[in-house]
C-alpha cells in the first residue's frame, strides 16, 4: 500500500519551489529541502502538485521546471493595506496556491466539472499525522491567540470578553449569509431585543439564534465538544424558526440538497450522511492541535453538508469550541470579505483543496486576536482605512455624541453620511468602523474627539 504523503509534506515541496521565483529542477528543489528525498519520490510528488495546478511545468524530460503559478487576473498585494484588492473587491492575502484556486472557482460555472462528495478526502485525513495546518502557522496562531487566562479553567477567557464576543461573532457570522444589521442594529436587538424597523424578520431571528448557540459554547465550554450532541444542538439553536420544517433542527437531512453557485453536489442517502458524519466527529475529536481542530471542523462540516440548511453556521461555531475551551482569543470573523469566505468554501467543494480556506483562516485570526487585544502587538502597523478616513471617522463620532443620539437614530446618520460623502465600495466599511468607535467609547478617550465630559455624560444617558 502506498504510503500516505502528509500535507505538510507536500508544503515543504512547494516552500522549496518558492525560493526559485524563475523555476527550478528536480536537483534544484531537492537540493533544498530539509529532509532528501530519492530522486523518483520527489518526481511523483511534483508531478502530483502539476496534476492539483498547485506547480506549473515548463520544459520537457531532463530540461523540466517547476514553479509556483503567479498570482495574476488582476489581483494584487497592495502596499498601504494587509488585504488583497481583486478588481476592487476587499480579499484576505493569498498564498500562491489560494491564489491559483480562487481562479479555478471563479471560472464561468459552464466550464467547472460537476463533482460529488469525495468520502476519499475524510478518510485520508490521519489526526496527528496528517495536518492542514503547518507547525509554523500553529506556532503562529497560538503565539497570537494566547491569553492570560490560559491555566483556568476552561471558557473563562470568553466569559470574561463575553459581551464584545456576542456581539461579534453573531454580526459577523450572519453577514457571511448576507445578514444587513450594522453593527449597532445588532447590539440593540442582543442587548434590547428590539429588532431594526425595514429588515426581514428572518435577519432578527438569525442573530437571536446566534446568541442562543454562543450562549451554549461559552457557558458549557469544558463539557461540549465534537460529538452529536454539541454539534447537534449547535444546528438546532441557529436553524430554529428558519427551517421550513421545524422537526429538521437538530437532526440529520433525509433529503438532497443543493448548494447555489457550485457545481458540487452532496451526498445524498441518509446512511452515508450519518457514517460520516460520525466519522468527522470521531476524527476531529482526536486531533490534539486546538487550530487544527478548528479549521478542520470548518472544512469538513460544510463540505458534508449533513443539516438541510445552516451548515456552515454551525462550522464557524464549531470552530470556536477547542478554541473557547483552551482560553485561546476565539474566532469572530472580524473584517471577513465575504466573497474571499465562499471562495474558498468554493475551493473545498469541488476541487478538496483547502489552501484558499485556509488563507482565510489565518488571516481572520489574526484580524479577531487584534480585536480581544492577545496579539495587537503582532499587527504593528496603524490600519489604512482608518488612516484614509481619520477626519470623517472623527466627525461623525464627535457629531453622533454633541448631538445625544441613541443608536437607532446613530444608525441612520452614519448610513446617510457614508453615502453622501464616500465612494460605494467603502461604505460599509465606514459604517463599521464608525460603529465599533462609538461602542468602544469611555470617559478616558474622548479627547482625542474634542468633546467635553459633559458631552459624554448626556450622551450615555440616551445610548439605548
Known sequence: MPKQVSQADFDTILQAVARFPGGASVEEIGGVLDVPLPRRTLQRRLA??????????????????????????????????????????????????????RRAVRAPIQQRHPVGYNRAFLEAYRPNDSCYLTQQIRQHLRALGQSPDGGRPAGTHARQIYSRLLIDLSWNSCRLEGNTYSLLETERLLELGEAAEGKDALEAQMILNHKAAIELVVEQAAEVGFNRYTVLNL???????????PQACGRLRAIPVGVAGTVYHPLEVPQL???????????????????????????HLPYLQPFEDVNKRVSRLAANLPLIRDNLSPLSFVDVPERAYIDGMLGVYELNRIELLRDVFVWAYAR????????????????????????????????IIRGGMDKKA????????????????????????????LMGMHEGNIARYRLQPSHYQAWRKSWR
Open 48 to 101: 502530483l502538485l502539476v496534476t492539483q495546478q498547485r506547480l506549473i511545468i515548463e520544459g520537457h524530460a531532463r530540461g523540466s521546471r517547476y514553479r509556483l503559478p503567479v498570482i495574476s487576473g488582476g489581483v494584487r498585494i497592495t502596499s498601504d493595506d494587509d488585504r488583497v484588492e481583486a478588481q476592487g473587491e476587499a480579499y484576505v492575502p493569498l498564498s500562491p496556491e489560494g491564489a491559483g484556486i
Open 273 to 299: 450522511i450519518d457514517e460520516c458524519f460520525q466519522q468527522i466527529l470521531d476524527t476531529a475529536a482526536a486531533i490534539v492541535d486546538p487550530f487544527e481542530q478548528a479549521f478542520f471542523a470548518m472544512v
Open 410 to 437: 446613530a444608525t441612520a446618520y452614519i448610513r446617510q453620511r457614508a453615502t453622501v460623502e464616500l465612494p460605494a465600495q467603502d461604505r460599509m466599511r465606514f459604517v463599521e468602523v464608525v460603529e465599533t468607535e
Open 235 to 245: 444546528h438546532a439553536l441557529l436553524s430554529d424558526n428558519l427551517l421550513a420544517d
Open 368 to 399: 479577531s486576536c487584534a480585536r480581544y487585544s492577545a496579539a495587537r502587538q503582532s499587527l504593528g502597523e496603524p490600519e489604512p482605512f482608518r488612516l484614509r478616513y481619520r477626519a470623517a471617522i472623527a466627525e461623525a463620532v464627535a457629531e
